[in-house]
């Protein structure tokens, strides 16, 4: 299938690693132009001269999320080199450790900069041709309690942010945008929490992956294909929707 992203101007946030990672990939590969953000310099420069080597065009820019000025002049700075703003994707996360401050810290990196860079590339994506697309990447931490959720603020701020894309999936599809999540569950890659937890808590990731009736966890490029979907023409009629990506976890209807 032609998703109908070749040269759509895609802004992806968190885009150094895992995840996000991967979510830039695949919009390379479907010939959009990206400009991408981080906090870690190294590995967000890597991904964009990689995707770079493969002929994208991309704009690559270290940036704290949870400081106001970083993330709005980069909003700006994307729209301005890729002549405009099709899709947005958010995909920062403060993570779910559990410091004493971990409640400001999820409000912090997790949810203010969802709202700010919503509003503030809102105009754009209003004026895309392609019709605007917003896809925030949630959690199922978010849909349920039990392990590895839990009494922690990592599921209940991405609660509060799969209230808040909902809500704005149903005021911004008259000015022409679209506003989607996807929730995935356990994810694993090379230097990610759930590797760790496999060498540093086996019994642990064990119990969660005999929850999984695929018997394993997922991989970034899975959720990354569900995310660039929802962001494309051909999801075109989708909003609101709340895509859980999760080798079946969740026991819900």
């Known amino acids: ?25 695949t919009f390379a590969a479907e010939g959009a132009d990206l400009a991408l953000c981080a906090r870690g310099g190294e590995a967000l420069d890597r991904t964009a001269e990689e995707l770079r080597s493969g002929g994208a065009k991309v ?11 970083d993330l709005d002049r980069f909003i700006d700075r994307a729209a301005a080199e890729l002549g405009g703003i099709d899709v947005l994707v958010s995909n920062v996360s403060a993570g779910s450790s559990t410091p ?13 900069p969802f709202v700010r860079m919503t509003d503030r590339a809102e ?8 019709g605007g697309a917003v896809v925030l990447v949630s959690t199922t ?14 599921g209940a701020v991405k609660a509060a942010l799969n209230h808040y894309a ?23 890659f090379a230097g990610g929490g759930w ?7 086996p019994e642990f990731y064990a119990a969660v992956r005999d929850q999984i009736p695929m018997g394993r966890l997922g991989g970034p490029e899975e959720v990354a294909r569900a995310a660039v979907f929802l962001a ?7 909003s609101g929707a709340n895509l859980v990506v999760d080798g079946g976890f969740l026991d819900r209807v």
């Open 59 to 69: 704009v690559a820019e270290r940036v704290d999320v949870a400081a106001d000025d």
């Open 141 to 154: 931490s978010a849909l349920h309690t039990g392990p590895p959720s839990g009494a922690k603020a990592y």
């Open 195 to 201: 590797a760790k937890r496999r060498e540093q808590e």
């Open 166 to 188: 909902a809500a704005l999936a149903r005021t911004l599809p008259p000015k022409g945008i679209r506003v989607n999540t996807v929730s995935p569950g356990p994810i694993e």
């Open 100 to 112: 004493p401050d971990q409640w400001e810290r999820n409000v912090a990196v997790d949810l203010i």
């Open 232 to 238: 494309s023409p051909a999801a075109s009629f989708i």
């Open 1 to 25: 299938m032609d998703l109908g992203l070749t040269g759509a101007r895609v802004v992806v946030t968190g885009a150094s690693r895992g995840i996000g990672r991967a979510i830039a990939q």
């Open 123 to 130: 105009e754009h994506l209003a004026a895309s041709e392609r």
